[in-house]
């Protein structure tokens, strides 16, 4: 099936550093979706691509849709320890059941 | 924008015991709402798609049985956990689907089966 690869597992970074964080797949997807997840709570959209070689921001974030339709990434400048949390990519399967498929997620730690 | 209101956030039950997890969408109406299982340092995991009106379809090695949907109005879906055991113990979230703002997610339900 349709799967998302989702690197790095995790980052640990300082204050004020940049971070940079991708997902690939074999597949295509028509819509990529970005999520932070807090701990204890759902996961949170923080940028919607729905188009190849899309690049938008969203405050500190910025996200790509890549050309191929196979691969996003998401940048995050400035960071501040709020930025903590677990950040997925996502997008709709091939199935067209509206079901979302998600990375494995990568942990950021912000080192104050 | 779209509101999911998922409660409770947190329950602790006796092992065998059933438990019931609502998912309510405050200002938009959901003809499907999904839910979700994640265990710790882990991804979201589909359980199930809840349709309002018919029968949820399960994902495939979810026994629907033991986890039981029930979407009977557009605006309420409900996760009932039955005999649970330890091993259910997890994070359950839902998510609503719309037109103008995608999927929006519960916050979460946290289950613990002592």
């Known amino acids: 099936g349709q799967q998302l690869n989702q690197s790095p597992q995790s980052m640990f970074i300082q204050e004020g550093e940049d971070v940079s964080m991708n997902c690939t797949s074999s597949?295509?997807?028509?819509?990529w979706l970005w999520y932070k997840q807090d701990p204890g709570e759902g996961p949170v959209l923080l940028i919607a691509?729905?188009?190849?070689?899309e690049l938008t921001s969203n405050g500190r974030l910025t996200a790509q849709f890549g050309i191929t339709r196979k691969d996003s990434f998401l940048n995050i400048s400035a960071s501040i320890p709020s930025d903590v949390g677990i950040y997925f990519c996502?997008?709709?399967?091939?199935?067209?059941?509206?079901?979302?498929?998600f990375g494995q997620g990568t942990t950021l730690q912000v080192k104050p | 924008g779209a509101v999911v209101s998922q409660h409770p956030s947190w329950v602790i039950c006796k092992s065998g015991t059933s438990v019931k997890i609502e998912c309510r969408s405050l200002?938009?109406?959901?003809?499907?709402m999904f839910w979700y299982r994640q265990f710790p340092k882990q991804s979201l995991m589909l359980m199930a798609t809840s349709n309002e009106g018919s029968k949820a379809t399960y994902e495939q090695g979810v026994e629907k049985d033991k986890f039981l949907i029930n979407h009977a109005s557009l605006t309420l879906s409900t996760l009932t956990v039955t005999s649970a055991h330890p091993e259910d113990s997890s994070f359950y979230i839902c998510?609503?689907?719309?037109?103008?703002?995608?999927?929006?997610f519960g916050s979460g339900t946290r289950l613990t089966v002592v």
């Open positions: 597949s295509i997807f028509n819509t």
């Open positions: 200002d938009f109406q959901a003809t499907t």
């Open positions: 998510s609503g689907r719309t037109a103008n703002y995608g999927y929006t």
């Open positions: 691509l729905y188009k190849a070689g």
């Open positions: 996502a997008g709709p399967g091939s199935s067209n059941t509206g079901k979302l498929i």
